[in-house]
């Protein structure tokens, strides 16, 4: 993870000291993987296949982890094993909730293997554990998981109250027949092809919207990345080509951040903004002029039908469905980041860190004062 591409076998680049390489290699170390490329690229159709991929991908790092740590004399070592937990929470809490509600149709195959994952989890946490008897152990998730209740549609609100213009309709014919082309062709491109396309992300995502929106009168627009980036650009010269004014940002991105605080819908869902500060770096023109405030279980996307709208999830018909293949289909987002982390240590804390801040910075100033 970290913003780096997601690679499934080692490279020397990743490595250090590089002689590692060849054993991670060796014993089929994976270093990352998404949903799509275990679906599009593997071929890994079913629960209990992508189940038993991510209880692979743990045992091979728990095993490297230790035997590398030991032979290199490890004094601080940092395991993930994030990106198979957040997929595991990703198609378990949405049947999870379905049972707990009594619900009629859920995929217990699911839930079964979700509990043979987490009980495989606990022995390889076992046998870390146990390998460094003597080390301060701290388990460390950095966001909760959580079911996906309702998309949000920046754009929507933006067009409903004046701040971006709705494409004209024959342009907006031929942005819809260029996606309906591309739907049509991307099924038939080998994955590994699609990843190898260029072209700017930001780009990509205007195109992507089905809420066309006219970039040479709308002064603002929601480019939402992901569940981990949500905010409002302005639509200035100097970044976008578009038609506000640099002098102009910073009272445009007040005037609509209060209008959003100030909006009836957004203040019965909690939904809040701020303008964020201006910095002079190289990359503070990627970032939104406005911070976008979104309760846990809401998902920022541009294709729902209007401000906050109730997500629509994976409705099966019969309890024959298989979940993942399901999501195949579609690709939703069953489930979106919450804002709770947590932090659990084998050691006790010192009382002086613990009231200074309640985030995971705390960590930072533990392991710190473990090292002055």
Not at 38 to 56: D, G
Not at 101 to 116: A, Q, T, Y
Request: proline fraction near 5%; hydrophobic fraction near 35%.
């Amino acid at each position: 993870g970290g913003g780096a591409k997601a690679v499934q076998e080692a490279t020397e680049e990743l490595c250090y000291p590089k002689d590692i390489v060849n054993y991670l290699k060796s014993v089929g170390y994976i270093v990352d993987e998404r949903m799509e490329s275990l679906i599009f690229e593997k071929n890994l159709l079913t629960v209990e296949e992508v189940f038993s991929r991510f209880r692979k991908k743990n045992l091979k790092r728990t095993e490297a982890f230790i035997k590398l740590s030991k032979e290199k004399k490890v004094d601080f070592g940092f395991v993930v094993y994030k990106s198979s937990s957040v997929m595991v929470e990703f198609f378990t809490i949405p049947e999870l909730e379905r049972k707990l509600n009594g619900k009629k149709i859920v995929d217990h195959n699911i839930l079964k293997m979700s509990k043979n994952y987490y009980l495989e989890f606990d022995k390889q946490i076992k046998t870390l554990v146990e390998s460094f008897k003597d080390a301060e152990v701290i388990f460390v998730s950095d966001h909760s998981e959580v079911k996906s209740n309702f998309e949000v549609n920046i754009n929507y609100y933006l067009q409903n109250n004046g701040f971006q213009v709705v494409m004209l309709p024959q342009k907006k014919i031929i942005n819809q027949s260029v996606r309906y082309l591309r739907d049509l062709i991307k099924p038939i491109i080998p994955f590994n092809l699609r990843k190898a396309i260029p072209g700017k992300r930001m780009i990509r995502q205007v195109s992507d919207s089905p809420l066309v929106f006219d970039p040479k009168t709308s002064v603002a627009f929601c480019l939402p990345m992901g569940d981990w980036s949500r905010g409002i650009y302005i639509n200035d010269e100097e970044r976008f080509n578009g038609v506000v004014s640099p002098d102009n940002i910073i009272d445009l991105s007040h005037e609509i951040s209060n209008s959003i605080n100030n909006d009836k819908i957004a203040k019965e869902h909690g939904i809040t903004s701020h303008v964020k500060p201006r910095f002079d770096t190289p990359v503070s023109k990627y970032y939104p002029d406005i911070a976008l405030n979104i309760p846990d279980g809401y998902i920022v996307r541009n294709n729902a039908k209007g401000f906050v709208t109730e997500f629509e999830g994976l409705e099966a018909k019969n309890t024959t469905v298989d979940t993942v293949e399901a999501w195949a289909k579609d690709c939703k987002p069953y489930c979106v980041r919450g804002h709770h982390p947590i932090a659990v240590s084998s050691h006790q804390w010192s009382e002086e860190i613990l009231p200074m801040r309640s985030d995971l910075t705390v960590i930072y100033r533990h392991l710190l004062k473990q090292f002055i």
